[in-house]
Structures are given as C-alpha cells and as structure tokens.
C-alpha cells in the first residue's frame, strides 16, 4: 500500500488548457512537498506546503494543502509545452529521515 | 553554486559483476540521501547519511548493496554482483538539515543502471 497515492498517473493535454493532478492519503501530515522532474534529471522542489488549507502559487502553478493534511491538488492554469514532466508529491518522514514519494503524475502538454 | 554530481550519469555492467556509484553533495550539506527510482516501483529511499554515520540501512534493498560517506563529503553506493532487478536511476540528494522543520533535499541527476 502506497502511503501516497496520486493521480491521475498520466495526463496528456494541449497547450491552453488547466488541469489539476492530486495527491492523497489516510494519513495527517506536518508538511507536504511537490516536485518535478524532467528527463535525465534528478526531482526538483517546487514547493513546501505545512498549514492545513493553505494555497500557494508559482506563477501558473496553484498548490493547496488539505484543510486536515492529508492531501493535497496541483492546478496548472493555461500549461505550456515547457511544463510537461513527471510531478511528484512527497512527504518526510522524521522518525526515518527519508522522503517517501507518491508514485508521480507523468504530464505531457503538447504544443 | 555547484549542485549535486553524480558519477557515471550511465553504467552497463553484466550481471554478476560489482559496480559504483558516486555522489558528491552540495558543499556544506551535512546529510546524505541514496534513493533509486524504477520504473515499476517509483522513487524508493535507500540511505541516508548524517555526516559519514548511517544510522539505519535496513531501505537498502539486499546485502549486496553498501554504502559509505567519507570525510562527510563524497559517498559510494557499491552494488555487489549485479542482477538485472537492480537496473535503475539511482539518484542522490543532499541537504542542511531541516529548517523550521522543513526538509529540502537538492538531488544530483542520477545515474542510470543497466544489468545486462
């Protein structure tokens, strides 16, 4: 059983059009992060979400934190071809000092 | 500044033989983290260094994977005789330590293991 699970695990739109990828669990959080990461390289941090409903915005990228910290959405409005990768929600795990990875949102925007 | 390097980017050894992986971290970065990403199974934590102590290493997969930190830079993953199970990217990460109770860990490009 995945501690994350995300979806959908692909998405393939056109240039334009908004979509949101989701990441949920049964269990609470104390913070949340998403990645992305492109071919032949490693995941890079987008962004850390801790209070629950918070929302926090990366140009075109909009993250929300469920208001109970289980979950968590990623909406891209109006994607780009350059926004296309693999999404990956993750979570710390203190006690382990290890991130664990939902198991990622492969997302092709196509021109 | 210099980010995370990783060495080889790419490796094809035959099954049966040993191979090494290199991480060099951000200068700086206390902790140390090997995780190996597969297409069936995700993006899986293996080990994770503070300074050259490993404190736990039961995320490595069997007892032909090791690893090891000297002087609280540079690591090696050493995977003793390749099985084409092991063919993956494996990716490191390194980080200060937490701060404010966040955790951001900056990862190297991987290298892509094939077992032939």
């Known amino acids: 059983t995945q501690l994350l699970e995300q979806s959908p695990q692909f998405l393939s739109i056109q240039e334009g059009e908004n979509l949101t990828v989701y990441c949920n669990s049964s269990s609470v959080f104390s913070s949340l992060q998403w990645y992305r990461q492109e071919p032949g390289e490693g995941p890079v941090l987008l962004v850390t979400v801790v209070t629950g409903g918070e929302v926090k915005k990366l140009k075109r990228l909009t993250f929300q934190f469920g208001d109970a910290r289980k979950d968590s959405s990623l909406h891209i409005t109006a994607a780009q071809p350059g926004d296309t990768g693999l999404y990956l929600c993750a979570v710390f795990v203190q006690g382990a000092q290890k991130l664990v990875f939902g198991q990622g949102t492969r997302l092709t925007i196509n021109p | 500044g210099a980010g995370v390097s990783q060495s080889p980017s790419n490796k094809v050894t035959e099954k049966g033989k040993d191979v090494e992986l290199r991480c060099d971290p951000i200068s700086g970065h206390t902790a140390l983290y090997w995780y190996r990403q597969s297409l069936g199974q995700g993006l899986e934590f293996l080990i994770y260094?503070?300074?050259?102590?490993?404190?736990?290493k039961s995320g490595l997969p069997s007892d032909r994977f090791s690893a090891e930190r000297t002087g609280g830079s540079v690591s090696t993953l050493t995977i003793q005789r390749t099985q084409q199970e092991d063919s993956a990217v494996y990716l490191c990460?390194?980080?200060?330590?937490?701060?404010?109770?966040?955790?951001?860990?900056?990862f190297g490009p991987g290298t892509r293991l094939t077992v032939t």
């Open positions: 990460a390194s980080s200060t330590g937490p701060s404010g109770g966040i955790y951001e860990q900056y």
């Open positions: 260094f503070q300074g050259n102590s490993a404190p736990d």
